[in-house]
């Protein structure tokens, strides 16, 4: 059975750098695109950053780039979100997901790309 694990959330001062892991298995993990959402309350789930398959190249969204990098580690079967200089607005369930098919080339950012999710980690900025 295929399953995502999250860890690494809890409540965080602003400005805090943490690391956000996402453990894999049941799957040829590196065989496929991972990605990261968050979903704070009251809004819908919202694309982060991805991975391609290999790791070669990543994706961003714009209110995070320059201060989250997504990461993964095949040998390890497990992805990161480093996350820096966080903001109050920063606050939200964190997600991972594995995209629906292997070796996916292109952006991926829609919820609907994903067929497999984590439980989710809480990420509380605390100002």
């Known amino acids: 059975q295929v399953q995502l694990v999250e860890s690494g959330g809890g409540l965080v001062q602003a400005g805090g750098s943490p690391r956000l892991s996402c453990a894999a298995s049941?799957?040829?993990?590196?065989?496929?695109?991972v990605a990261w959402f968050r979903q704070a309350p009251g809004k819908e789930r919202e694309f982060v950053a991805a991975?391609?398959?290999?790791?070669?190249?990543?994706y961003h969204e714009a209110s995070v780039k320059g201060r989250f990098t997504i990461f993964r580690d095949n040998a390890k079967n497990t992805a990161y979100l480093r996350m820096n200089s966080l903001k109050s607005k920063d606050t939200a369930v964190y997600y991972c997901?594995?995209?629906?098919?292997?070796?996916?080339?292109?952006?991926?950012?829609?919820?609907?790309?994903?067929?497999?999710w984590g439980q989710g980690t809480q990420v509380t900025v605390s100002s």
């Open positions: 991975t391609s398959w290999t790791g070669a190249t990543t």
């Open positions: 997901a594995s995209h629906r098919s292997p070796y996916n080339i292109g952006t991926a950012s829609t919820v609907d790309d994903y067929d497999i």
């Open positions: 049941g799957r040829t993990f590196s065989r496929y695109v």
